[in-house]
Each structure stands twice: as structure tokens, then as C-alpha cells.
């Protein structure tokens, strides 16, 4: 997950959510939000909203990218 955002870094923001980003790869990402934290979680369509408003983008110009196994 992490070669994919470095390499869609490049080309524009890559958000993260969720709470197992660690320090050390959260420079590779925009946005950070942390399910606890906000009170959602996924599939609720508003944690998508929020990193949508967050990122300042509309979602087509958004990939999702998961790292759940």
C-alpha cells in the first residue's frame, strides 16, 4: 500500500484513514482520520464524505486503496 501512495503522491494528495497509520508512514499522506476519533467508520458513506471535504477534492478525482486484508 504504501509504494502505491508514494507513487500516486506524485501526482496529488493520498489520503489515509484509519487508525493503524503509524507515525512513520504518515508523511506519505494528506489526510489522516482516525475512525475513533470522528465517530465513523467504513462502509458509512460520511467518513468518505469527510475525507472528500478534508482533501478539498470532489471523489472522482479520488482512488480509495485499502490495506484490509
Known amino acids: 500500500?504504501?509504494?502505491v501512495a508514494e507513487?500516486?503522491?506524485q501526482r496529488g494528495p493520498c489520503?489515509?484513514?484509519g487508525p493503524s497509520?503509524?507515525?512513520s508512514?504518515?508523511?506519505?499522506f494528506d489526510v489522516?482520520?482516525?475512525?475513533?476519533?470522528?465517530g465513523m467508520a467504513m462502509p458509512d458513506p460520511a467518513i468518505?464524505?469527510?475525507t472528500l471535504d478534508r482533501l478539498g477534492l470532489p471523489g472522482q478525482a479520488c482512488v480509495f486503496?485499502?490495506?484490509?486484508r
Open 32 to 38: 489522516h482520520i482516525i475512525s475513533e476519533t470522528v
Open 21 to 23: 497509520a503509524s507515525p
Open 25 to 28: 508512514r504518515r508523511g506519505c
Open 48 to 50: 468518505y464524505r469527510l
Open 1 to 3: 500500500m504504501l509504494a
Open 7 to 9: 507513487r500516486v503522491r
Open 65 to 68: 486503496v485499502d490495506d484490509h
Open 15 to 17: 489520503p489515509r484513514r
